[in-house]
């Protein structure tokens, strides 16, 4: 969900800025992004630790908007990269903390 709330934060102002959409998409893009804040701000500790591992998760979001949204099929080194991105977000996550 939060993935979501930046990607869209994001793509509103793109669709204003590149492809001459309404310039009141930018309100919807500021509630976005303060609902991505929001979201943040609800991990308790390691900050770090959150924002690293959620990177992974926006990486794949990334690729599904692609998808979805801007319907373009991601390419096979679109999914690896993406696939490394979750791996290295699932190591951050479930390593052992005490090391």
């Keep these: 969900m939060t993935a979501v709330a930046e990607i869209v934060g994001c793509y509103l102002p793109y669709l204003w800025l590149k492809q001459g959409k309404s310039i009141w998409l930018l309100i919807p893009a500021a509630l976005s992004l303060v609902l991505f804040v929001w979201l943040l701000s609800l991990h308790p ?3 770090g630790r959150v ?3 959620y990177g992974g998760v926006y990486i794949f979001v990334a690729m599904l908007w692609l998808w979805s949204v801007d319907g373009i099929k991601p390419s096979t ?3 690896a990269g ?3 991105a979750l791996i290295g977000m699932a190591i951050i996550i479930f390593a052992p903390k005490n090391v």
Aim: proline share 0%.
């Design 45 to 47: 500790t390691a900050a």
């Design 51 to 53: 924002y690293a591992a």
């Design 77 to 79: 080194w679109d999914i």
């Design 82 to 84: 993406a696939s490394v």
